[in-house]
């Protein structure tokens, strides 16, 4: 199987930047992961001011100096300063060596001050991964749900985006995203729970879910067991381990003059 | 009944002198054995999932070397009628398991006369480990039931699993919302109790960052812990590192997680020949030393 992780972050334990993406990189090699898609180094910010957009977006560029090969960034933004985030998606993706655009807890997806970050992000034919997570109990009221995040695709039907987590109680948030063919679902970052990845192809067809871990903070095996151990067939799992990702990321890669 | 795996290696004499080849390994230093602490037989109560039909777990386990895996029942959770749970169970093991599977019998502390309970796993169906679930069974590890049942499973030789927490608190079924059980009662508790044997199962989502407690369960010397919710990149190795001398087992929690999830943990981290043993069979020998069957 060729595996791509769609979900890596820069967190890895180490005092550089370099230690820390050789760490990350040493593991995914040890599990047989080419290549993987990064965002957000450090500080671990839920609520990122322009300044530490800026910062952790820095990192995720330096790294790309040397390991451009097998990492693909994505410019971690914050859509409560739209201003300052447009202007660091010209800098990492129109004018830099990104290709995706990261979304997390900083601002809701269903408040407007995110549209103009999509439509230049359609414009870029950029990758674009939202964090969803349906919990039980409510701990950040700037979280997106799911069903945020098919509202904001519906809005944009013929662009790509991908629902971080499957929302995290997937059973739900996969019915929440089934009927917006263009959202897909990210496998990483919650509990190997058996039957995620049956439920995913059954309901949303094999081409809509793609593998990523949440590395460093989540193992590589643990979300890696999610697909190897399905209940699908082989060439299911290879479009799950990369051959979805890799067609999301074509169009920017391939106007980039980046191989892939 | 019980498995005819392990106690092996030097520490035979030590491990479960009653009961002789049961539960572990066979041969000393044999690394083809493997010992999976940490499965459930029966229905998940909000879900079916891929392994529980019996024989589809077998042929998962088989398939990947495991030669002894300790299984509980999720039937446990929400029946009142434990002793029927653990019939049921001990009848599966046997009838289906073919040598595999060792029955872990559930005990509710919270129920009237679990001691009958308790004396039936032990001298009716042979066990010699029991599993708690108290955030389903509504008690902490401070209860003085609790500390009554680790009592009686000590006087008895019996090794006591206690499942920390059985899925994602924010993930949970509205109407079966159970927090995370608090294993720091405990550090208090196990040094009044000697003889008592502990197992922490779905252990880490807490426990890793908390390594002050852990470091304390550590030192108690009776707490071993499996793996199955161990996150971070190469966390077996992080976790061996940060925590001299901890046991850790194996635990896949399959079929409720792809067992494939803990499996790929063993190539995760780089492990010594010696630390890939222990993770595999050597510490869940370990955790069976003193345990006794009734003759």
């Known amino acids: 199987m060729k595996i791509w992780d769609l979900h890596c972050h820069l967190n890895a334990p180490g005092t550089t930047i370099s230690a820390r993406m050789d760490a990350l990189m040493r593991h995914a090699d040890r599990m047989g992961i080419e290549r993987i898609c990064l965002f957000m180094g450090t500080p671990w910010s839920h609520h990122p001011t322009p300044a530490i957009l800026e910062r952790t977006n820095d990192e995720i560029l330096e790294v790309l100096k040397t390991w451009g090969d097998r990492a693909f960034g994505f410019v971690y933004l914050n859509p409560k300063y739209q201003r300052e985030s447009l202007d660091e998606l010209e800098r990492c993706v129109a ?138 067939s082989d060439h299911i799992k290879q479009g799950i381990l990369r051959d979805n990702l890799r067609r999301l990321l074509l169009p920017i890669c391939t106007a980039k003059g980046m191989a892939i | ?126 066990m010699l480990a029991v599993r708690l679930h108290p955030n389903y069974h509504g008690y902490t590890l401070g209860d003085p039931r609790f500390a009554r049942l680790l009592e009686h499973a000590a006087r008895r030789g019996m090794l006591v699993q206690v499942a920390l927490r059985m899925e994602d608190e924010r993930t949970q079924h509205p109407l079966l919302q159970v927090a995370e059980v608090s294993p720091e009662p405990l550090v208090d508790l196990l040094p009044s109790l000697p003889g008592a044997r502990l197992m922490l199962l779905n252990c880490f989502r807490s426990l890793r960052n908390n390594r002050l407690l852990l470091a304390r369960l550590v030192r108690t010397g009776t707490v071993s812990f499996d793996i199955s919710t161990l996150e971070v990149v190469a966390g077996v190795r992080a976790m061996l590192e940060a925590t001299p001398g901890i046991p850790l087992v194996f635990g896949s929690y399959a079929p409720y997680f792809n067992f494939e999830s803990a499996w790929l943990k063993l190539r995760e981290s780089k492990l010594s020949a010696n630390q890939l043993h222990d993770l595999r069979v050597g510490q869940a020998q370990a955790a069976l030393a003193g345990t006794t069957r009734p003759g």
């Open chain 1, 95 to 232: 004018n830099g060596p990104m290709v995706g655009v990261k979304l997390w807890q900083g601002w809701k997806c269903s408040k407007p001050e995110i549209l103009p970050i999509v439509e230049r992000a359609i414009e870029l034919q950029a990758v674009f991964f939202h964090h969803a997570w349906l919990k039980n109990r409510e701990e950040n009221p700037e979280a997106s749900t799911p069903m945020e995040l098919a509202a904001l695709s519906a809005r944009y039907p013929q662009f790509p985006m991908i629902c971080g987590h499957s929302g995290g109680e997937w059973e739900s948030g996969f019915r929440a995203i089934r009927a917006q063919p263009q959202i897909h679902a990210g496998l990483g970052g919650f509990d190997p729970t058996a039957g995620v990845v049956e439920m995913a192809v059954r309901e949303l067809g094999p081409a809509r879910v793609i593998f990523g871990s949440d590395a460093w903070g989540r193992s590589f095996s643990s979300q890696l067991g999610k697909v190897l151990g399905a209940d699908v």
């Open chain 2, 1 to 126: 009944m019980l498995l005819k795996a392990a106690l092996a290696v030097s520490t035979a004499a030590a491990v479960n002198r009653q009961s002789g080849q049961a539960w572990g390994a066979s041969a000393a230093g044999n690394t083809a054995e493997f010992v999976d602490t940490n499965v459930y037989l029966a229905r998940w109560p909000c879900r079916r999932l891929w392994g529980d039909e019996t024989p589809r777990l077998l042929a998962k386990l088989r398939a990947h070397g495991v030669t002894s895996a300790w299984a509980g029942s999720f039937d446990s959770l929400l029946h009142r009628d434990i002793a029927a749970v653990n019939v049921r169970l001990a009848g599966e093991c046997a009838d289906s398991g073919k040598g595999l599977l060792q029955a872990v019998g559930a005990i509710n502390p919270a129920l009237p006369d679990w001691e009958e309970d308790l004396r039936r796993c032990h001298e009716v169906h042979r």
